[in-house]
């Protein structure tokens, strides 16, 4: 399931990981990528 979500929003995937990156909290990328 999260990989399919992750699919749907190629752009977002690519703009988050470098923030979340950036910050050190991968966890907040999947949430945001879940939530959103």
């Known amino acids: 399931a999260s990989i399919k979500r992750m699919a749907s929003q190629p ?16 966890v907040e990328q999947k949430t945001s990528c879940c939530s959103s």
């Not at 977002?12 to 991968?26: D, L």
């Open 11 to 26: 752009a977002a995937n690519s703009a988050r990981p470098a923030t979340v990156q950036i910050r050190g909290q991968p």
